[in-house]
């Protein structure tokens, strides 16, 4: 089975620095997709940017990018320029690309960002 | 975009009575429904699939009995906690696989449910 991990549980970073979110998993297959989800107070669930397994470019969206080593298993998201909105929960989630797997989504425990003004 | 409508947002009931919870697909057709249970600062658990017209898939541990799934439409899924207790106050999320170039998952809003 998938595994995703985040270890660290809470970070901080001071408004328009840079911050890096943390996330392995863990997996035989070489198809999947890997996904950043933010969930802010009102916690309604955002997609910030996915990545397919199979692309060697990583992935970006404006303030957003992710830093994809597929031989590493290691996904880290990082956000430029932190905006106060910026403060949420984030989840790093995979998605194998096995279709008898129903396509779940197998998310970290989370990680929460504060941001300092 | 795609759109998932979950209603209630919020509910109370009492211990004993049952609830139920819809989501929506506003715009698109849902052919497989996941529905998760979140407590407070964790991440999102699991609980079943549900695909159109068809019975649902529940996770190891998750009482089929106690949380009940339909997905009678394409549209539609509702699941309905029966005898509710208040170990089963949560916050339950459901999210809609959207197909095509545009692949992914829409989420609804989460309903919060209390148990008195």
């Known amino acids: 089975a998938q595994t995703v991990t985040q270890s660290q549980p809470e970070m901080s970073v001071q408004e328009a620095e840079t911050v890096t979110l943390s996330c392995t998993y863990d997996t035989s297959e070489s198809d999947y997709y890997l996904f950043w989800y933010k969930q802010p107070p009102s916690r309604q669930m955002i997609l910030v940017i996915r990545q397919e397994a199979y692309k060697q470019q990583n992935a970006t969206e404006n303030r957003f990018s992710v830093n994809f080593q597929k031989a590493a298993k290691s996904f880290s998201l990082k956000i430029s320029d932190s905006q106060l909105g910026d403060a949420a929960m984030y989840f790093c989630a995979y998605r194998s690309d096995y279709t008898g797997a129903n396509s779940k989504l197998t998310f970290g425990k989370g990680i929460t960002l504060s941001v300092r003004p | ?116």
């Open chain 2, 1 to 116: 975009g795609a759109v998932v409508s979950q209603h209630p947002s919020r509910v109370i009931c009492k211990s004993g009575t049952s609830v139920k919870i819809e989501c929506r697909s506003l715009d698109f057709q849902a052919t497989t429904m996941f529905w998760y249970r979140q407590f407070p600062k964790q991440s999102l658990m699991l609980m079943a699939t549900s695909n159109e017209g068809s019975k649902a898939t529940y996770e190891q541990g998750v009482e089929k009995d106690k949380f009940l799934i339909n997905h009678a439409s394409l549209t539609l899924s509702t699941l309905t906690v029966t005898s509710a207790h208040p170990e089963d106050s949560s916050f339950y999320i459901c999210s809609a696989r959207t197909q095509g170039v545009n692949y992914g998952y829409t989420f609804g809003s989460g309903t919060r449910l209390t148990v008195v």
